[in-house]
């Protein structure tokens, strides 16, 4: 009689436990890093200098806009990471983290750790990116 292998369906509440102690240490440096960039933004804004010269005004103007649109790009992207951390944490509660959306298996492991937030095992995200 042959022995068959169950597979986990999902992660146990103590490995819950320890993904959710990694999200929430992310998610706290996140937030830091997009509090320096809001910070960043509006100190961009008010340079408190009068320039002399209308040239360099002009050259000033286009590097403050060229900042002040990067700035802006890295603050929406470190939003899009919070809300997809915070939305990691809301699986962990419910008792669907770590189970991939695609394939309904469960995420590995070191990928989880890696890439906290991902609702895609490395089979899936690849066949995605095809």
């Known amino acids: ?6 597979s986990k369906t999902r992660y146990s509440d103590k490995e819950l436990k320890e ?3 990694i999200i929430l240490s992310k998610l706290g440096k996140a937030n830091n890093e997009l509090q320096q960039l809001k910070n960043s933004l509006s100190r961009s804004n008010d340079t408190g200098t009068d320039a002399t010269s209308g040239t360099l005004k002009v050259l000033e103007d286009g590097a403050d ?4 649109e990067n700035l802006s790009q890295l603050a929406a992207r470190q939003q899009k990471f919070i809300t997809n951390l915070e939305n ?6 419910n008792g669907t983290y770590g189970i991939c959306i695609k394939t309904g298996k ?21 066949e995605q990116s095809k």
């Open 1 to 6: 009689m042959a022995v068959k292998k169950v």
């Open 19 to 21: 993904f959710e102690a």
């Open 88 to 93: 990691a944490l809301i699986r962990i509660k």
């Open 65 to 68: 806009t060229i900042e002040k």
């Open 106 to 126: 469960l995420i590995d492991k070191k990928r989880l750790r890696a890439v906290p937030h991902t609702t895609l095992s490395i089979k899936a995200k690849l």
